[in-house]
C-alpha cells in the first residue's frame, strides 16, 4: 500500500467514526524547510479552527506491522484531545491590538525555506530567519498557531520590527525555556533513574536548551538574557549545536572538538538522524562571553 493509498483508507476510517457534523479531507502543506507533508483536517461545524493530523509516523507504524484498526483508533484518540471546543474570533485578525499579545516567533534556516520566506516577514540571524505567528494555543502535543504573513502587516500598518520587539516579550512567556544537562534529559527519556543509575560523579560536557513542551525551542537562544545565563553558570565559551529546530545542545569550549569537526558532526547527524523537516542548520556556532553574542 502505497502511503496515498494509506492516506484514502485511513480518511474512510475516520470519517465512519467521527460525527456527521465533522468533515474529514485530505490535506497537503508545505512544512518546514519546504517539506510537504499530508493529513487529515477534522473541521466540527461552527468551529473555525481545525487541527490537522499529519500521517508519515502512523504511516511507518502500518509499514513495521501495525493494524489500521489500531491507528484509526490512535489518531481518533488524538483529534479528541487537541480538537478545539470553541471558534478563535476571526475579527480579532483585522485588529493588531487584539492579537499582539500572542505574537510569537520560531527559528528556521534561511536557505531551505527561500521560498516561503517571500511571502512572510523575517528578521535574518546568522544563517537562520527568525519568522512570526499568532499562537492559538499550548498544548502537551505542541502549540497551534496562525503563521503571519506580509499580508498581516499590510492590514496592521505595523513593520517587522515591532513583530519582533512584541514576540521578544511573548515567547519567553508563554514558552519559558527548559536548560538541562543532558544527563538528565537522558534518564528522563530512558527512565534510567528508577534503575539508580547516577551521573551525579560525572561532569556535564553537554546541555541541551529548548522550551519547556521542547516545540520549536531553538529560539530560545533569542530569548533576552539566556545565552549570557548559560555563559556565567558555565564559567565559559561554549558551543551551540543546532540539533534540531526544537533544541540545541551546548557544549563548554573545554569540553569541545574543533569547530569545524563540530560542524561536520552536526551536518551528519541532520543527515542520517533528523527529519527533514526538524533540520535548523548544518553549521555549530559559538557563544563569546566578551563580546556577549554568537557567531557562527
Known amino acids: 500500500m502505497t502511503y496515498y493509498q494509506f492516506v484514502q483508507a485511513v480518511e474512510g476510517r475516520i470519517k465512519e467514526a467521527v ?15 519546504g517539506t510537504i507533508r499530508r493529513g487529515l483536517t477534522l473541521t466540527e461545524q461552527d468551529i473555525n479552527i481545525s487541527p490537522t493530523i499529519y500521517l508519515e509516523e502512523y504511516y511507518r507504524q502500518f509499514q513495521n506491522g501495525g493494524s489500521l ?7 481518533l484518540r488524538l483529534y479528541n484531545e487537541v480538537r478545539f471546543q470553541k471558534s478563535w474570533g476571526e ?36 544563517d537562520l530567519a ?56 537522558i534518564e528522563e527519556l530512558t527512565e534510567e533513574s528508577e534503575a539508580h543509575i547516577s551521573f551525579e560523579d560525572k561532569e556535564e560536557e553537554m546541555y541541551v536548551l529548548s522550551n519547556r513542551i521542547h516545540s520549536y525551542g531553538a529560539a530560545a537562544i533569542l530569548y ?23 533544541e540545541v545542545i551546548v557544549v563548554p569550549e573545554k569540553a569541545a572538538v574543533e569547530k569545524e569537526d563540530l560542524s561536520a558532526m552536526v551536518a551528519e547527524i541532520n543527515r542520517t538522524q533528523v527529519e527533514a523537516e526538524e533540520v535548523l542548520s548544518d553549521h555549530a556556532y559559538y557563544y563569546d562571553r566578551k563580546k556577549g553574542r554568537l557567531f557562527m
Request: glycine letters at 4%.
Open 69 to 75: 484498526d489500531h491507528i484509526t483508533s490512535d489518531i
Open 130 to 185: 527568525i519568522v512570526f505567528c499568532v499562537l492559538l494555543e499550548v498544548t502537551k502535543y505542541g502549540t497551534a498557531t496562525m503563521a503571519i504573513r506580509n499580508d498581516h502587516l499590510d492590514l496592521w500598518g505595523v513593520e517587522k520590527e515591532e513583530l519582533y520587539r512584541q514576540a521578544s516579550e511573548n515567547t519567553s512567556k508563554f514558552l519559558p525555556d527548559d536548560f538541562s544537562s543532558m544527563s538528565a534529559v
Open 19 to 33: 460525527k456527521e457534523s465533522v468533515a474529514v479531507r485530505i490535506h497537503t502543506a508545505e512544512k518546514n524547510n
Open 91 to 126: 475579527e480579532k485578525l483585522y485588529d493588531y491590538s487584539q492579537v499582539k499579545e500572542k505574537v510569537i516567533y520560531r527559528l528556521v534556516n534561511y536557505e531551505s525555506n527561500e521560498k516561503m520566506l517571500r511571502n512572510v516577514p523575517y528578521i535574518v540571524y546568522l
Open 224 to 246: 533576552s538574557g539566556r545565552m549570557e545565563g548559560i555563559g556565567m553558570y558555565l564559567k565559559s565559551n561554549y558551543y551551540v549545536l543546532p540539533s534540531s529546530v526544537h
